[in-house]
């Protein structure tokens, strides 16, 4: 999707689909793979992986529990799904135009420049993991269990020495509250038919299978 405006709409009424019932997370299975790229939508195969077999871990444990471990398991994966597109699609900027044009110059200033600032976060949180397995590789150290809880301390120090780092530059360079820009967005006939379809698919599924078939005779 061009449109970001749209994108997030999609995300948001499909991700609350999927994460309200197993007919909405079907729903959202069915639209991602109808509307979005194969080669964006998912992120790495090692990350992927990881990803889903803690969510299947603790389906695993609902389930053994008496709950709905096999609906959890299928809802999350949709919602993993979702993010992993919307994340993949989103570029630089796109947060703080969209939040500009949503509530203005001031509240939507902030909110975007927070949101860029979060995404930003998470890119360099990637590349640092990269490198983290890069110096294990050449020290001939592979990453297991022991060593993930050192790396993510690693990690969350860095990122909090970059955040006070962030605010400093920001209060020298003179920042207070708001901001100004002008935000243009580019549209397509695919964007506002996949969008419409996100929010039919959203509406459908909130109702019961019944209503459902009522609706559609």
């Keep these: 999707m061009q449109d970001p405006r749209l994108r997030l709409l999609s ?3 499909l991700s609350l689909a999927a994460f309200a019932s197993t007919t909405g997370a079907v729903a959202a299975l069915i639209w ?3 509307f979005t790229p194969r080669t964006k939508a998912l992120p ?3 990350v992927l992986l990881s990803l889903i077999a803690m969510i299947a871990v603790t389906a695993l444990v609902s389930w053994w529990g008496g709950g709905p471990g096999v609906s959890y398991l299928v809802r999350m994966v949709a919602v993993l799904f979702l993010a992993a597109w919307a994340y993949a699609e989103t570029e630089e900027g796109e947060m703080l135009a969209v939040a500009v044009w949503a509530l203005g110059d001031r509240i939507g200033f902030e909110i975007g420049l927070i949101a860029e600032m979060g995404l930003t976060g998470l890119a ?3 590349q640092d993991i990269d490198q983290i397995q890069v ?3 050449l020290k001939g150290i592979r990453i297991g269990a022991r060593s ?3 790396i993510a301390a690693l990690l969350i120090v860095a990122q909090i020495r970059r955040a006070d780092e962030m ?3 920001l209060v020298v360079r003179g920042y207070t509250l708001g901001g100004r820009i002008c935000p243009l967005f ?3 006939s695919r964007d506002i038919l996949a969008s419409l379809s996100a929010v039919i698919l959203g509406l459908l599924s909130c109702l019961p299978v019944r209503d459902v078939f009522i609706l559609l005779q």
Excluded: H, S
């Design 32 to 34: 991602w793979l109808v």
């Design 11 to 13: 995300t948001a009424v």
């Design 148 to 150: 993930i809880v050192p």
């Design 186 to 188: 580019r549209t397509d």
């Design 124 to 126: 360099v949180i990637r």
């Design 135 to 137: 110096a294990l590789a």
């Design 44 to 46: 790495r195969p090692g």
């Design 167 to 169: 605010a400093r530059l």
